[in-house]
């Protein structure tokens, strides 16, 4: 190799620097190193969101603990096999949106480092240095992170009874924000600028969510979905949002639909006609509006807020709905 010949590329350094292993076993010794068969570690696999490898060699001894602590807890008798799939599934769905999201807020700071004093000349040996800063406290804080979020959530079940008869379906308010124009502002704005604007969303509406004790359940994008216990805290965290993005001047303007009525709780989601009336009322709702169905109407304290119904108009799934405007007094 000449002196100034750069070394070729290895594309998967940065994968095997997070695994911190080779991959050097095929799913075949990995089902018979756990006592499972193929079948059943490809269903764990897909679960986890990753594609069959078929007689490659593509496993780790990682992969082989993983799956073994995971079938001792079945062989035990804690779950049965269908539920470590169901779990399976929720920790990859979870684990790949986090990933995602991590490396690409990451990336900025690799471009941050290169143009620095501490640059290396290679996007891939800073992305390897702070791989090795970051990974141990960054998975600690993950481990702390979701004690924190299962402690929530057994909270939330404790609070809807435990006299309920059904403990996944509980009344709550729906709320759905959404950007208005969003489409339009995309064709308009550059990728970075339109990027930066549904973080800045996101960001500012999990912010109000979470002031007003409720939960975002999902975001898209240009929208999001919370909810609270109460129509009060429902109502101010629309408020908070139209507050902190409708009505900055360098945000878009929002609008947001509240529904109130017995969901369905499952797999870190909310199912019932409550979800899709909030969706459906910010097409009704102006810029800057807070839209109610009647049954948040009737939750909210006449002397406190002040209704005003607008003419019946159709609404997919629900025929003619009489939407209401809400404000405080």
Not at 264 to 271: A, I, K, P, S, Y
Request: glycine share 6%; net charge negative.
């Amino acid at each position: 190799m000449a002196p100034d010949e750069q070394p070729p590329r290895d594309p998967h350094a940065l994968e095997r620097a997070v695994l911190g292993e080779d991959p050097t076993l095929t799913a075949q010794q990995v089902a018979e190193l756990t006592d499972v068969t193929v079948e059943q570690l490809r269903r764990l696999w897909w679960a986890l969101g990753f594609p069959e490898h078929g007689t490659e060699i593509a496993f780790t001894p990682a992969d082989v603990e993983a799956v073994s602590t995971l079938t001792g807890l079945v062989d035990d008798g804690a779950i049965d096999f269908d539920i470590a799939v169901l779990l399976t599934r929720a920790l990859g769905q979870t684990s790949a949106r986090l990933a995602d999201w991590e490396v690409a807020t990451l990336a900025h700071r690799v471009e941050e480092l290169e143009r620095s004093e501490a640059a290396t000349g290679s996007r891939t040996a800073a992305a390897l240095r702070l791989i090795e800063e970051l990974n141990p406290p960054f998975e600690r804080l993950l481990a702390y992170a979701w004690r924190r979020h299962l402690a929530a959530a057994v909270a939330r079940i404790e609070a809807l009874g435990a006299e309920a008869e059904d403990l996944h379906t509980t009344q709550i308010s729906v709320g759905f924000a959404d950007i208005v124009g969003f489409t339009a502002l995309s064709n308009e704005l550059g990728r970075q600028q339109i990027g930066d604007v549904v973080e800045i969303f996101e960001s500012r509406c999990a912010d109000v969510v979470a002031g007003r004790r409720g939960r975002i359940i999902k975001s898209l994008g240009d929208s999001v979905l919370f909810v609270n216990v109460e129509p009060i805290a429902a109502y101010d965290t629309a408020e908070g949002i139209i507050q902190v993005v409708g009505r900055d001047p360098k945000m878009p303007e929002v609008r947001v639909g509240l529904a109130t009525g017995d969901v369905v709780m499952r797999l870190g989601d909310v199912f019932g006609p409550p979800v899709n009336l909030a969706s459906r009322l910010t097409a009704v709702a102006r810029r800057n509006r807070i839209i109610i169905d009647q049954a948040t109407a009737d939750l909210l304290p006449e002397d406190q807020f002040e209704t005003r119904r607008l003419p019946p108009r159709p609404v997919r799934g629900f025929g003619l709905v009489e939407p209401l405007t809400v404000r405080r007094h």
